[in-house]
C-alpha cells in the first residue's frame, strides 16, 4: 500500500507556456501533500506543502505566483508551473502523507520538466 | 538551524564489500531519522527508518543503520553489496514541532565496481 504516482514522467514544453503536475495517492486518503524540487547531483528542496481544502504553504524563496499548487481531493494535488522558464527545468517530486505527521511521507516517482 | 550532513557525496565500492555510508544531524532533541534511496530518474523508496528503542534498526534490501545519539550519527550498513545497489542515498531529519518537515542530506552516490 501507500503508492502515489505523478504524471507526466516527463514533459517538455515551450518558454512562456505552462505545465500542469498531476500527484496521486493511490491506495490511501493524503492528508497532506509535499512538492519538492531536485536540481541535478542535488538534494531535495521543498517548495511547498499543501492540506486537502487549504492553501498551499510555500517555503521561504518559492514563488507562489509561479508554482500553483492546489490540493483539490484528498487523492489528488497538482503543481502548475506558470510562465515557464528554462531555468524552471527540474526533476519535480511530489509527496504524500496519510496523517498529519508529516515524517510519514510515500514519494512519487518524480515529472522531469525541460523548458525550451 | 536544524540540519542533517552525509560527508560523501560519492563512494564507491566493490561488489560483494561491505558499506557504510554516514549521516550526523545537528544537535538537539532526537529527531526521526530516515533512509532513502533514488535510482536514476526515479522518486525516492525508503529503505529503513528510526523513531525510537533498539538503535540498531533493519530495513528493506538488507540494509540496516545505527542510531548513536553520542555522535548524533545514523549511519547505513551493508554487509555485502550487489550491483543493484548503486543509487543515490539520502538521509533525512523530521524534527517535528509546528514547522515540521523532513530535511535531506545532499546525498551520496553509491557506484559498484564487478
Same mark, same amino acid.
Given at each position: 500500500?501507500?503508492?502515489?504516482?505523478?504524471?507526466?514522467?516527463?514533459?517538455?514544453?515551450?518558454?512562456?507556456?505552462?505545465?500542469?503536475?498531476?500527484?496521486?495517492?493511490? =491506495?490511501?486518503?493524503?492528508?497532506?501533500?509535499?512538492?519538492?524540487?531536485?536540481?541535478?547531483?542535488?538534494?531535495?528542496?521543498?517548495? *511547498?506543502?499543501?492540506?486537502?481544502?487549504?492553501? *498551499?504553504?510555500?517555503?521561504?524563496?518559492?514563488?507562489? =505566483?509561479?508554482?500553483?499548487?492546489?490540493?483539490?481531493?484528498?487523492?489528488?494535488?497538482?503543481?502548475?508551473?506558470?510562465?515557464?522558464?528554462?531555468?524552471?527545468?527540474?526533476?519535480?517530486?511530489?509527496? *504524500?502523507?496519510?496523517?498529519?505527521?508529516?515524517?510519514?511521507?510515500?514519494?512519487?516517482?518524480?515529472?522531469?520538466?525541460?523548458?525550451? | 538551524?536544524?540540519?542533517?550532513?552525509?560527508? +560523501?557525496?560519492?563512494? %564507491?565500492?566493490?561488489?560483494? #564489500?561491505?558499506?557504510?555510508?554516514?549521516?550526523?544531524?545537528?544537535?538537539?532533541?532526537?529527531?526521526?531519522?530516515?533512509?532513502? $534511496? &533514488?535510482?536514476?530518474? &526515479? /522518486?525516492?523508496?525508503?529503505?529503513?527508518?528510526?523513531?525510537?528503542? +533498539? %538503535?540498531?534498526?533493519?530495513?528493506?534490501? /538488507?540494509?540496516? #543503520?545505527?542510531?548513536?545519539?553520542?555522535?548524533?550519527?545514523?549511519?547505513?550498513?551493508?554487509?555485502? $553489496?550487489?550491483?543493484? +545497489?548503486?543509487?543515490?542515498?539520502?538521509? #533525512?531529519?523530521?524534527?517535528?514541532?509546528?514547522?515540521?518537515?523532513?530535511?535531506? /542530506?545532499? /546525498? %551520496?552516490?553509491?557506484?559498484?565496481?564487478?
Amino acid at each position: 500500500g501507500a503508492v502515489v504516482s505523478q504524471h507526466p514522467s516527463w514533459v517538455i514544453c515551450k518558454s512562456g507556456t505552462s505545465v500542469k503536475i498531476e500527484c496521486r495517492s493511490l =491506495d490511501f486518503q493524503a492528508t497532506t501533500m509535499f512538492w519538492y524540487r531536485q536540481f541535478p547531483k542535488q538534494s531535495l528542496m521543498l517548495m *511547498a506543502t499543501s492540506n486537502e481544502g487549504s492553501k *498551499a504553504t510555500y517555503e521561504q524563496g518559492v514563488e507562489k =505566483d509561479k508554482f500553483l499548487i492546489n490540493h483539490a481531493s484528498l487523492t489528488l494535488s497538482t503543481l502548475t508551473v506558470t510562465s515557464a522558464h528554462p531555468e524552471d527545468s527540474s526533476f519535480y517530486i511530489c509527496s *504524500a502523507s496519510r496523517s498529519v505527521r508529516s515524517y510519514e511521507q510515500y514519494f512519487g516517482p518524480g515529472t522531469r520538466l525541460t523548458v525550451t | 538551524a536544524q540540519s542533517v550532513t552525509q560527508p +560523501d557525496i560519492h563512494i %564507491t565500492v566493490s561488489e560483494g #564489500a561491505s558499506l557504510e555510508l554516514r549521516c550526523n544531524y545537528s544537535y538537539g532533541a532526537t529527531p526521526y531519522l530516515f533512509w532513502y $534511496v &533514488q535510482s536514476p530518474g &526515479q /522518486g525516492l523508496q525508503l529503505l529503513l527508518k528510526y523513531f525510537s528503542g +533498539d %538503535t540498531l534498526v533493519q530495513g528493506i534490501k /538488507g540494509f540496516e #543503520a545505527e542510531f548513536k545519539r553520542s555522535q548524533s550519527s545514523f549511519n547505513l550498513r551493508k554487509p555485502s $553489496v550487489h550491483w543493484s +545497489d548503486a543509487a543515490e542515498y539520502f538521509c #533525512a531529519v523530521y524534527y517535528g514541532g509546528s514547522q515540521g518537515n523532513l530535511i535531506f /542530506g545532499k /546525498g %551520496t552516490k553509491l557506484s559498484v565496481k564487478p
